[in-house]
């Protein structure tokens, strides 16, 4: 007669948030007494730095979860606590410990700490990939040998990118004394997933309209994969930063918490796919593939998360004026455009990604010249896809501190929103104060006369911000900080160059070569009237040369030799 085990099989739901393509899942299901698990980690749900929006996501992906292993005759324990401190009582009484493989500094750390007190006590720790197309072997080698998008490109094959594995078709009921055993040990637990008062969250400040959950995200992209036109045609660039309803896929957030494998999508998107559609970097193919790109350096990258130490990232003399960045973050500028994208943020947790960039630029590179860190941080906290990889990356990008190095192509505060919202519906929408403002007004409110400003019940200065900065005159100064950022760049470059080849006959070591600094201080260029009006001139010819440029980039990518789409859609 078979001996039945009364130790557990633990399944640990982590971002794998959803039943398909769920390898560990599938792999435990043939095991007795499963217990399926997702841990409240203090240090995320009790965080200040995580925004109730989100924490209501994740709430709602946990609940449809729960309600999918309910149908199988199982249910989803939820345990409250550190995950080292849970499995250090909890491993005496397991055998088997699955989960899926996470790249974050922190869930490394975590997931070391947790193996090493599962190995001490015997258990079986089953480890695998299911965040991203590609294992991570592959994806460790492609941040270490891919230093752009280009060469990425280069490097993914399709027989890189598994096939999405079927739900299980039983999973075996809940262990018969688990309640008992967690009592036992004073574990905290419960059945059911918590709502957000129970975790002290005010339900008042759960303004999202995204609601999670693996259900919801496979309906979205059904629905969205039946317009075969629209995919076939999408190109990330030419969709709209500030029409009212998304005009992209919305599935980002469903990605971050794992309620829909890209590898489900990958593949379900190459079935709707033909041999006419854009290509990768700018088709939905590329998104994943740019997720994918960032996560290689993610996890590559040393201190990927920081400026100091990150081996790709220029150091840059970045302000850190608490003031401003608060005023940023709250939608307290003066610029219509800009307080509208960040009020988005904050009510629904997600914008578009050229509103993404919009904001950021602002906030760094382009008018404030605050530290990037700053603004990581609160879209960390404020979006629905906060993701440690795409996140940190993106801010990089945008700041030019890595991946991008057009440091003259800045998005305006005012003229950018304009070309696609003449009327400024979103601006509306977003900063009611500004409602009642006639079109020609709406983006530059503070140049209404007192009339208007009156007739529409908005003064500015009292009731909507005056505009914090003159950012003509600060876009000229930065622009040539940036100009100079990139100089000493290129210079520093050479003399590294320099000093790898220049090596003494008899003793081979390296020349040493002392460098002296030329950059100028603000206060040195503002008084040379000449550069100021160059500066000037240079920040208003690469604004409005900016849409032009993006469109020649896409045209050309766009074009295609019929050779290289062949070649393309082999791979």
């Known amino acids: 007669m078979e001996t039945i085990s009364k130790k557990f099989t633990i399944y640990w739901f982590r ?135 280009g060469d990425f490109l280069q490097f993914i094959k399709e027989s890189m990118i598994d096939k999405p594995l079927e739900k299980p078709d039983d999973l075996p009921s809940l262990p018969a004394d688990y309640e008992k055993i967690l009592k036992s040990l004073k574990i905290e637990y419960s059945n059911q997933v918590p709502s957000l008062s129970e975790i002290d969250r005010n339900e ?59 590898r489900l999508f990958y593949h379900n998107l190459k079935k709707v796919m033909d041999r006419n559609a854009t290509q990768p970097p700018v088709s939905l193919v590329g998104q994943l593939f740019w997720r994918e790109f960032f996560y290689s350096k993610s996890y590559t990258v040393k201190n990927f998360d920081k400026m100091v130490g990150n081996p790709i990232c220029k150091q840059m003399n970045w302000e850190r004026n608490e003031e401003i960045i608060r005023k940023w973050e709250m939608g307290q500028t003066g610029f219509p455009a800009i307080d509208a994208v960040m009020n988005q943020l904050r009510q629904e947790g ?47 990008w945008l700041s030019c501190s890595s991946f991008f190095s057009q440091y003259w192509k800045v998005y305006s505060p005012i003229s950018f929103f304009q070309k696609t919202d003449k009327n400024g519906d979103f601006i509306r929408k977003y900063v009611p104060q500004l409602k009642h403002y006639p079109a020609e007004f709406i983006y530059e409110p503070h140049k209404a006369p007192i009339m208007v400003q009156k007739r529409c019940k908005c003064i500015i200065g009292e009731d909507y911000p005056l505009p914090i900065i003159d950012y003509k005159k600060e876009g000229a100064i ?22 790898s080849i220049s090596v003494t006959p008899k003793k081979g070591k390296v020349v040493k070569e002392e460098s002296k600094s030329n950059t100028k201080t603000i206060k040195d260029f503002m008084s040379d009237k000449n550069q100021v009006k160059k500066a000037a001139e240079e920040w208003a010819l690469g604004e409005d040369q900016n849409i032009q440029n993006d469109k020649k980039a896409i045209h050309s990518n766009q074009n295609l030799s019929s050779k290289s789409r062949k070649k393309s859609l082999k791979q």
């Open 15 to 149: 971002k794998c948030q959803r039943i398909h393509d769920n390898k560990g899942l599938l792999d435990s299901s043939i095991q007795k007494n499963l217990l399926p698990i997702f841990i409240l980690d203090p240090w995320f749900i009790k965080s200040d730095k995580t925004g109730t929006n989100r924490i209501k996501f994740l709430l709602e992906s946990l609940s449809d979860l729960n309600a999918n292993l309910k149908t199988y005759n199982s249910n989803l324990i939820i345990l409250y606590g550190n995950p080292s401190d849970i499995f250090e009582k909890l491993a005496k009484h397991s055998e088997n410990l699955y989960f899926e493989l996470d790249t974050e500094p922190y869930a490394l750390d975590r997931d070391r700490k947790v193996q090493k007190i599962c190995e001490k006590e015997g258990v079986q720790v089953h480890r695998n990939a299911g965040h991203t197309l590609l294992k991570l072997a592959d994806l460790a080698q492609a941040g270490e040998s891919c230093k752009n998008m």
């Open 350 to 396: 997600w914008m578009h990604h050229l509103g993404r960039h919009l904001v950021a630029c602002f906030l760094t590179r382009g008018h404030l010249y605050q530290h990037w860190e700053a603004g990581r941080d609160v879209f960390d906290k404020y979006l629905l896809d906060a993701d440690y990889a795409l996140n940190n990356a993106n801010w990089m």
């Open 204 to 262: 008042n400040e759960a303004t999202a309209s995204l609601k999670g959950g693996e259900t919801e995200a496979l309906n979205i992209m059904n629905d969205y994969l039946k317009d075969k036109k629209k995919v076939n045609n999408f190109s990330k660039p030419f969709t709209s930063p500030n029409s009212l309803k998304p005009s992209t896929t919305t599935l980002s957030p469903y990605l971050k918490f794992g309620c829909l494998s890209p």
């Open 478 to 499: 930065n622009m040539q900080r940036m100009k100079q950022v990139f100089a000493d760049s290129k210079d520093q470059s050479i003399k590294e160059e320099k000093k």
